[in-house]
């Protein structure tokens, strides 16, 4: 069974539609605004591009919980499962639109300690802040190599990048700095590739 009917992705008036329908899921359930809004953008840019999913209260409620758990809502207890009860969905369909909204919008999942999920935003301030590190710093190794003629590593760089976003600028909270030394250091490895292949021609 498929979760998604893509059949009517191209028409807005869909979209404005189901977005109606999550404001007032959200409001029978006394949803804060400021998560509501953030959730709401959530499903109109998935609609647009998926769909409308089978099961809305379940993918309203995923999507909800997806921007609950923020990185900067860290330390965050809540479960899965109390979310699920709370909002009277199953967990397992909460949990399927959860990766459904990963996969397709491309979200990254960070884990803190206690191996609890929260959810980072392809085009959220905190992706915008790492990229735009990750590109200047990358940047100025490749050009300070070709003067120099000597190289950092990329661990290092991505220490000092991390460094610098977790204690320096505190756009991440310390509880993620190895799940974001992973991600800066294939970032870093990506901006690296691209740049040497432009330099190189290719």
């Known amino acids: 069974m498929t979760h998604v ?44 591009s998926e769909g409308v999913p089978r099961e809305v209260d379940s993918f309203f409620s995923a999507a909800l919980y997806v921007v609950t758990r923020h990185p900067w809502s860290h ?15 199953k967990e397992s369909s909460i949990d399927w639109y959860t990766d459904s909204i990963v996969d397709k919008l491309r ?16 085009e959220g301030t905190v992706a915008s802040v790492i990229d735009s590190v990750v590109k200047s710093s990358v940047g100025e190794e490749v050009v300070r190599s070709i003067i120099k003629e000597s190289v950092v590593s990329p661990n290092a760089l ?29 970032k870093i490895e990506e901006e690296s590739k691209r740049l040497l292949d432009q330099l190189e021609g290719r």
């Open 5 to 48: 009917d893509k059949s009517m992705v191209v028409n807005p008036q869909v979209v404005v539609r189901v977005v109606r329908d999550a404001h007032e899921f959200y409001e029978q359930n006394g949803i804060d605004e400021r998560y509501e809004n953030i959730a709401l953008d959530l499903i109109r840019r998935y609609v647009s």
């Open 75 to 89: 330390p965050n207890p809540i479960t899965k499962t109390q979310f699920s009860e709370r909002l009277d969905v």
């Open 107 to 122: 979200y990254t999942v960070l884990y803190d300690t206690s191996r609890l999920p929260f959810f980072m935003d392809p």
């Open 158 to 186: 991505a220490e000092r990048i991390v460094d610098r976003l977790c204690s320096v600028v505190k756009i991440v909270p310390i509880a993620f700095v190895e799940e974001i030394h992973n991600l800066v250091q294939r």
